[in-house]
Structures are given as structure tokens and as C-alpha cells.
């Protein structure tokens, strides 16, 4: 059996004549009548009674019908299934965060990816520092990952979403709150607030390199796993912090932020396993450029 003959008998079935069914399949009425009979013979049952004028489905036709219909839809549906998988419109995809970027991008990214691909089931991981999410992304948890500096690559593609600049938070009361900006030798014997470090955190450790390149001590009071986490401890007075610029999207009360200067600042970079053939990453790699340009 064919799927061809699901296709011939259902024409012929909802037409209850051959000769308007074979119009419609554009094909000859011999081999259609052919091809039925092929098909009852297939099932040892008669399907269509045929007189003259008209073809009507027997009891058996008539379950037939209903279950030929269903195969016939379930597979259509499977090929549109396919195809949209194949573009990019269906499917499922994990993005993670880093803490800075959870609330200047992810949200307007989350809003986008879910208006221009409604049938792509989408996970989205926000406050997770880098290390981790080359740790999931090599494990599979995350498909796509939005972090700082990479310095392992090996097995990962890596796009650039944006440069941005560093500023200090600082507790609305400080000394430096009325500065438009700062050096880095400006932060000498200040109590600092940074994300874990360990290799844990691309800030961290970015942090330790400004300080040992203006020749000062960087004296580290509080570390935290999240960037919400560290900017509520400053708003507590516990310290100052060097944080990329998007981090003042968090408008916590009682923070105030300044530019740092003669700082390099850092790049936000796209990651994904250099293997992965996900269609759906290139439409949201299109996205995150939009919504990161935007």
C-alpha cells in the first residue's frame, strides 16, 4: 500500500465519482479505478459499491474514510512540521545570560525571539556567569550563550554583540557621586564589591587586571554570584564596583554610576557549539544583532 491509494480512495470516496475524483487528481479514470481495486484487494474488503451514475462507501469504506482522512492529515502536518524545523520557525532553544546583560537585553531579545518565532519553544537562563555557561554549553543545557570574555574556544563559534564601557557604582552619598568620571588609580583603597572569583567570573578577574595595570592594590571586600546581588550591596554601602555599562538598567535606588576612563572596557559575545545545526539559532542570532543595534 501506497500512500498514493489513501490519496485516490479518499478523492474518489468524497467525490462518489470516479470521473470527477480523477479530474481532480488529474490522472486518467482507468488506472484510478485500478489503483481502488488494487487497494481492495490490499484489505480483502469492498470499500466502494459502484453503479453507473454514482460510488458509494460500504460500512467498511466508510471507517476507512475516517482513518485515511487522519493518516493523510497526520502526514501533511509532519511535513509542515519538518519544514518548519528545517527554516528555523519551530523547534526549542536555551539562551543563557550574564548577570549585566539579563536586564538591558534579555528581556527586549526574549520579547522579539517569541513575537518573530511563536512555534520555537524558547528557555531563557539569566544571572549566570561565563565559565558556566561554557560549561553548559558543552554539556548541552544551553544552545546559545550571552557572556563576557571566552577564553576557551575550543569547540565553540563566537559572534560579537556589543563593546560596552565600564562605569563605578557607587552609593548615592560617596565622595566620588558628583564626578563625572573616573580613573582607576581613583579607586586606590576603596572597599570593592566584585562577581566570584576563582575563574568564576570574566568581570572578576577583568577588575584584578585594571588595578595590577595602574600599579594598585585591589582591595576586594564582598564577592557575589549576581550582578543584582552586587549592585544591592553597594546600594548598601558595602563597597564600590566596576561594572559594564548595561548594568545601570537595574536602576536600584541609591546607586549612582560614573564612567571609568582609560579603561578598555568589554565585549558581550554570542557562543554556540561550533557542531550545532539548530536552525533555529541562526533566526535568533538575526534577532539578538537587531535587538543588541537597537
Do not use: K
Not at 484487494?41 to 458509494?56: M, N, P, Q, S, Y
Not at 485515511?68 to 518548519?84: F, H, K, N, T
Amino acid at each position: 500500500m501506497e500512500l498514493r491509494h489513501l490519496r485516490y480512495f479518499v478523492a474518489v470516496a468524497e467525490q462518489r465519482h470516479f470521473g470527477r475524483a480523477a479530474g481532480l487528481l488529474h490522472m486518467a479514470q482507468p488506472p484510478l479505478s485500478q489503483a481502488i481495486r488494487q487497494l481492495e484487494a490490499e484489505l480483502g474488503v469492498t470499500l466502494l459499491t459502484r453503479t453507473t451514475r454514482r460510488v458509494d462507501l460500504t460500512a467498511a469504506g466508510t471507517a476507512y474514510l475516517v482513518r485515511a482522512r487522519d493518516i493523510l492529515a497526520a502526514v501533511d502536518a509532519a511535513g509542515e512540521e519538518a519544514e518548519r524545523v528545517a527554516s528555523g520557525r519551530s523547534g526549542r532553544l536555551v539562551v543563557g545570560c550574564v548577570g549585566s546583560a539579563t536586564y538591558s537585553l534579555l528581556p527586549a531579545l526574549a520579547r522579539r525571539l517569541r513575537e518573530e518565532l511563536p512555534a520555537v519553544d524558547f528557555g531563557f537562563r539569566g544571572e549566570m556567569l561565563s565559565p558556566e555557561q561554557v560549561e553548559r554549553l558543552r554539556d548541552g543545557s544551553l544552545d546559545l550563550a550571552l557572556l563576557r570574555r571566552l577564553p576557551d574556544q575550543n569547540g565553540l563559534t563566537v559572534t560579537a554583540v556589543r563593546h560596552d564601557r565600564l562605569l563605578v557604582a557607587m552609593p548615592q552619598g560617596h565622595r566620588f557621586a558628583g564626578r563625572r568620571r573616573l580613573r582607576v588609580a581613583d579607586l586606590a583603597g576603596e572597599d570593592l564589591v566584585v562577581h566570584a572569583g576563582g575563574g568564576r567570573s570574566a568581570m572578576n578577574a577583568l577588575v584584578q587586571e585594571l588595578f595590577d595595570a595602574a600599579g594598585r592594590e585591589a582591595r576586594v571586600v564582598h564577592q557575589v554570584a549576581e550582578t543584582s546581588t552586587l549592585v544591592t550591596f553597594v546600594a548598601a554601602g558595602l563597597g564600590i564596583a566596576v561594572v559594564p555599562e548595561p548594568t545601570a538598567a537595574l536602576a536600584v535606588p541609591g546607586v549612582v554610576y560614573v564612567a571609568l576612563v582609560g579603561a578598555p572596557g568589554i565585549d558581550l559575545v554570542a557562543a554556540r557549539r561550533a557542531d550545532d545545526d539548530n536552525p533555529v539559532l541562526a533566526r535568533a542570532l538575526a534577532a539578538l544583532s537587531a535587538v543588541a543595534d537597537g
